[in-house]
């Protein structure tokens, strides 16, 4: 057996690689289960391409710290393939959670598929190697899919409980512990050995090529990363005009504000009686109307300007209510919840500290 060592400066790398794709995939499916179906394909595809290519791109960020005493490389259809089935087992797994009805068992099933795709890509990824030959053992193969099924579906548990931004974020964690501790579980259970005169089965890509490759992958996942970062943060509160500025608006009621709502390519209107709730969803909004979750084009700051100030209150950052809507609110310490028992697509919507005197003002308390 050949001794190895790892670069500790990539292996930190990768495990930033893993958190950014990890972030970047899991933000760009977030409110897609509403998008047209058209739109919605493309988020899964781009998260997919995220997910895979950060899974790809972090093995072999830290098979580029792996230092052996003999000079080695890959075959580049081995490589190639290790690449397609990252990016094709996150599609599957994100096909299940966004097409059709989202269950536990579709979550947790996203999960495992996700969890099994890690080890096989990173198996798939070593098996390519020219000059020297992995050997495993049993430990090392049981222990990596272990773990990685746990995390991944752990992930994936998280971040679809509720699409909120805390539940991205944790999810992001856990998928990126979840690559990071695949690719290291697996390797301290590898052994290399040497290999004189095994032709590789086609092209060959030495390490020089392979970190052009990986740095371009990551290059590209770091842009994706930020331009996504600057979506997923909250916009940044206006400053109003002076009092004197603002003109006098006539009363309006709910009955006569239409939002518009898009579903299957069309863009219908709904009562704003009808809403019961609006919650905010990246740029956009999501209505809660009886059983149906509709997606809006408006932003929540839009929403709440044209929404009847005498019907509609802000309970927190990401909702406003109908509080004729609201059939009971319970204080939990200093924040608080509203309940809609007659809205089954809802349920109970959170009320922040800041904006918990206001809400029970609202609701006559």
Not at 127 to 142: D, E, F, I, K, T
Not at 212 to 225: M, Q
Request: aromatic fraction near 8%; proline fraction near 6%; charged fraction near 15%.
């Amino acid at each position: 057996m050949l001794d190895y060592t790892h670069d500790t400066t990539l292996v930190l790398a990768s495990l930033a690689v893993a958190l950014m794709a990890g972030f970047t995939g899991l933000s760009l499916t977030r409110g897609a289960s509403t998008l047209p179906m058209g739109r919605r394909k493309l988020a899964v595809v781009m998260a997919a391409i995220s997910l895979g290519g950060g899974i790809w791109s972090m093995h072999f960020v830290a098979m580029l710290g792996l230092q052996l005493p003999i000079p080695f490389y890959y075959d580049a259809l081995t490589t190639l393939i290790s690449a397609l089935m990252a990016v094709l087992m996150t599609g599957v797994a994100l096909l299940a959670v966004h097409f059709g009805t989202r269950t536990r068992m579709r979550i947790i099933l996203a999960g495992v598929i996700v969890g099994l795709g890690i080890p096989a890509m990173h198996y798939t990824g070593m098996s390519g190697m020219q000059l020297c030959r992995p050997v495993y053992n049993v430990a090392g193969v049981a222990g990596a899919l272990l773990v990685s099924v746990c995390l991944s579906v752990l992930a994936f548990m998280i971040t679809y409980a509720r699409r909120e931004r805390q539940n991205i974020l944790l999810g992001t964690v856990g998928f990126g512990l979840a690559v990071f501790a695949v690719h290291f579980i697996a390797m301290a259970g590898t052994g290399f050995v040497a290999q004189d005169g095994i032709p590789a089965s086609g092209p060959v890509i030495s390490n020089s090529a392979l970190a052009f490759g990986v740095t371009l992958a990551v290059f590209l996942i770091s842009g994706a990363f930020l331009l996504t970062g600057v979506t997923f943060l909250p916009a940044p509160a206006t400053t109003p005009p002076a009092p004197d500025a603002l003109p006098h608006p006539q009363p309006v009621s709910a009955g006569a504000v239409k939002v518009p709502y898009e579903k299957d390519g069309r863009t219908y209107f709904v009562d704003a009686t009808e809403i019961a709730a609006i919650r905010a969803e990246g740029h956009y909004t999501l209505l809660y109307v009886g059983e149906q979750k509709l997606f809006c084009p408006w932003a929540i700051a839009a929403a709440e300007s044209r929404m009847p100030p005498d019907e509609f209150m802000r309970t927190h950052r990401s909702y406003l209510v109908n509080r004729r809507h609201v059939t009971g609110f319970e204080r939990k310490k200093d924040t608080g919840i509203c309940y809609f028992d007659s809205v089954p697509s809802l349920g109970k919507v959170p009320v922040s500290r800041a904006r918990l005197a206001t809400v029970r003002e609202g609701l006559g308390l």
